[in-house]
């Protein structure tokens, strides 16, 4: 079918591969409903403008966008944070707070392609809107864990890193970066972080783009943060911190790290602490963040990121809406498909009929029907040969099929008016009269 290929970075979903999709959203679905979080929907098409200078640059550039017939500027939409903004915005007033809702939608971004990264994939967003303190965190941090425990994953397999976008703004102001700049030096951190192995000569080139500072500010930018990456205590954090920090400047970055200590408690409560770690050198490349920030990795660190998130509270109100806190993550169907391939967690494709029918005729097809449908319709799968077929040819697709019953219509039992129902594992047969058919075979059934 030369000419007729799905588009580069699009996916066809063959049963088998919609089969591991669906155990993937099976897992998340189940893991947000259980944390209390309401599932909602939203169109693929936005108008352009929604994006644009909200989700960042990065994304501004991967857009696919066009001019639809009635002149409108449109984008398929990228990502779901704006949206979801727009419509928490518009009832916010009369939704209980804390509001807790999440999606499972497909998005198109025209990316570059690599390994984990598609041009069309799925995520599971979760935010909560209305709780300005770490307690939405909290929340979020640990279904986030859930997303990818519940398949059984564990903290050798991923870790959350956790980071402060505001304690990055303390840091760099103190070292008299202005608020215009501070944002561009993060997107570099970003970059850098994303590029490999943190090395202090590696990052010196990134500080050095930033303008009129004196050596020691840059050497000071590099080291901080390098040593604010992996395996870097919180205490030693704060004492590198508060060197640099204006007096004034302390009690906010004390204000932060309580907060920091406070997620960090609940999750350890929670038993997950293994989960998380501090880690600074995580700050996340979308524009719209404005406090904690996270993301998900596999612990091999060979997978691109598996989720990200962080707080954002001032998009609701740049959007349009009222003033609201909010915090929230998105978790994506690639890398965490491959790494769930790579720790052997999908579930095998299963395909089996419960019941498969063995019809011996055109008089026996009329019978068989009868049951067939009335077992169909109280949920019992049962699939049956569409043409008159030798009953040793039957015998062998029933077991082929995986099914765990066989029902047999044959002339000796429809004179006796009756079904002989055989157990495809232990091949026991008994005969079953025609109106206990369905009965009798969700008995059996439901005591595999
Ligand atoms: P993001 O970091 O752009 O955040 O994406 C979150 C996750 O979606 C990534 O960690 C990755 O697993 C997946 N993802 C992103 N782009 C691609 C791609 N091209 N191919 C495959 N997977 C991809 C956001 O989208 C934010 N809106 C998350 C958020 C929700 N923040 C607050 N609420």
């Known amino acids: 079918m030369a000419g007729f290929q ?99 939608a497909e998005f198109y971004r025209y990316e570059r392609a690599q390994k984990g990264r598609l041009r069309a994939f799925h995520q599971l967003n979760a935010d909560i809107f209305g709780e300005a303190g770490p307690e939405a965190e909290i929340e979020l941090i640990a279904l986030l864990i859930q997303c990818l425990a519940g398949f059984g994953l564990t903290q050798d397999d991923f870790i959350i890193r956790l980071s402060d976008r505001n304690l990055w703004f303390y840091y760099l102001e103190a070292l008299g970066f202005t608020a215009a700049q501070i944002p561009a030096v993060l997107t570099v ?11 202090v000569e590696a990052f010196k080139p990134y500080v050095e783009k930033f303008g009129p500072l004196d050596q020691t500010t840059k050497n000071r930018v590099h080291a901080f943060a390098l040593q604010s990456g992996s395996n870097f205590s919180e205490q030693e954090i704060l004492t590198l911190w508060l060197q640099d920090a204006k007096p004034e400047a302390r009690e906010k970055v004390s204000a932060r790290m309580a907060d920091f200590r406070k997620i960090m408690d609940g999750l350890a409560d929670m038993g997950l602490k293994d989960f998380v770690e501090m880690d600074m050198m995580v700050v996340r490349g979308l524009a719209y963040y404005t406090g904690f920030v996270f993301e998900a990795f596999d612990r091999k660190g060979d997978l691109r990121a598996l989720a990200g998130g962080g707080r954002y509270n001032d998009l609701v109100k740049k959007l349009g809406g009222p003033d609201l806190p909010a915090v929230g993550f998105a978790i994506g169907d690639v890398t965490t498909g491959l790494l769930l391939e790579q720790h052997k967690k999908t579930e095998p494709y299963a395909n089996a009929p419960a019941v498969y029918a063995v019809i011996g005729g055109e008089a026996a097809r009329k019978t068989a029907f009868a049951d067939i449908q009335a077992l169909r319709a109280s949920g019992v799968r049962v699939e049956y040969p569409f043409k ?13 099929s995986g099914a765990k019953l066989a029902l047999i219509y044959g002339d000796d039992e429809l004179a006796k008016r009756v079904v002989k129902l055989r157990d495809l594992a232990d091949r026991s ?10 009965a009798v075979v969700r008995d059996l059934l439901s005591r595999r």
């Open 189 to 199: 951190v970003d970059r850098f972080d994303k590029a490999g192995a943190p090395q």
């Open 429 to 438: 047969e008994r005969d079953v009269p025609h109106d206990q058919v369905v």
């Open 6 to 104: 799905s588009l580069p970075g699009f996916r066809d979903y063959h049963p088998e591969d919609f089969s591991r999709r669906q155990q993937v959203f099976r897992v998340w679905r189940s893991a947000a409903t259980a944390f209390g979080f309401q599932e909602y929907d939203a169109p693929v098409l936005e108008p352009l403008d929604l994006y644009k200078a909200k989700s960042g640059e990065e994304i501004e550039t991967q857009l696919f966008s066009f001019t639809d017939k009635g002149g409108r500027e449109v984008s398929l939409r990228p990502e779901m944070t704006p949206t979801v903004c727009r419509m928490v915005g518009e009832k916010a007033g009369s939704l209980k707070r804390p509001i807790k809702w999440f999606s499972i």
């Open 388 to 400: 008159d077929l030798a009953f040793g040819k039957q015998f062998k697709t029933a077991s082929e």
